[in-house]
């Protein structure tokens, strides 16, 4: 009995994260319907109802999101022991999630991470995609990317990128056509691909600095896509002019495809942190992560 209870509520937990009997399944490595089975073994044993179920989602009651504010921390330190356990070990081991934006994984990220696991065969690391500002700790990630100006106070910073410029580009057909913006109010004229913030809903407004003075302006026009990739592409198309990090752009401009305007005006600013909750206790393996991305 206590065996049974102990591994239906392990799997109760893990449903209870997810708020999905799919992804929870994956993880625990069994199917939906064994998983479904045990948890409805589980609340008839204790005899109370913790999870609502429809066709599209599950989440937990009320009693089950206070069993499982209750068991959490207690998880978290034995989960936290076993891996102390292993690190012990001569060659380094563990499991490190992580949560970064497209760009950053793309450009700082991932190119470190690929020699890091080289190095490191049994560190197995998992990075979840997203452009919001994820909460770290809600969602259980050991750490996130972010840029410097977006951590919060309370959180562990460590810079693993250089500073970074933004830029505002469109094809040479498009300027061809629609005239050059000389100041960042001059967009406001031009069709301009925007971009909606995931965690807020709202468009993005361009942000600009000259002299030390910021300056932020909403544009409009026919297109929105939170793709960076399809961002510049649409500019090379000629549908808009795109506001993007200036790395992304060097290929493109170089081989006349895209025209960079209004630099004057794009100032420089801190780049990417790896940041994490200063209260948590980590582990050697993700101690041996943060070296092997910290920026110098």
Known sequence: MLKDNINDLISFMVV????????????????????????????????????????????PTEAGERLYQSLSPHLQEIEQEITALRDSRERPAGNIRLTAAEHSMNTVLWPRLKTFMQQYPDIN?????????????????????????????????????PDMRMAVVGSPGYFAH???????????????????????????AWEFERNGEPLRVRVEGQLTLNSLPQRIEAAEAGLGLAYVPEDTIVDGVAA???QHVLADWCAPFAGYSLY???????????????DALRYS
Do not use: K, W
């Open 276 to 290: 994490y909750p200063s209260r948590r206790q980590h582990t050697a393996a993700f101690a041996l992560l943060v």
């Open 16 to 59: 209870a994260r997810e708020r999905s009997f799919t992804r929870a399944a994956a993880q625990l490595g069994v199917s939906q319907s064994a998983l479904s089975h045990a948890m409805r073994n589980l609340e008839n044993r204790l005899d109370v109802r913790l999870l609502t179920r429809t066709t599209r989602s599950v989440a």
């Open 256 to 258: 006349g495809r895209l």
């Open 178 to 204: 629609r005239g050059i913006p000389q100041t960042p109010h001059d967009l406001q004229h031009h069709r301009c691909i925007n971009m909606r913030l995931p965690t807020r809903g709202g468009l993005y």
């Open 125 to 161: 690391i998992e990075v979840i995609v997203d452009n919001g500002l994820t909460d770290i700790v809600g969602e259980r990630f050991d750490a996130g990317v972010r840029l410097v100006e977006q951590v919060a106070r309370d959180m562990i910073a460590v810079r693993i990128g």
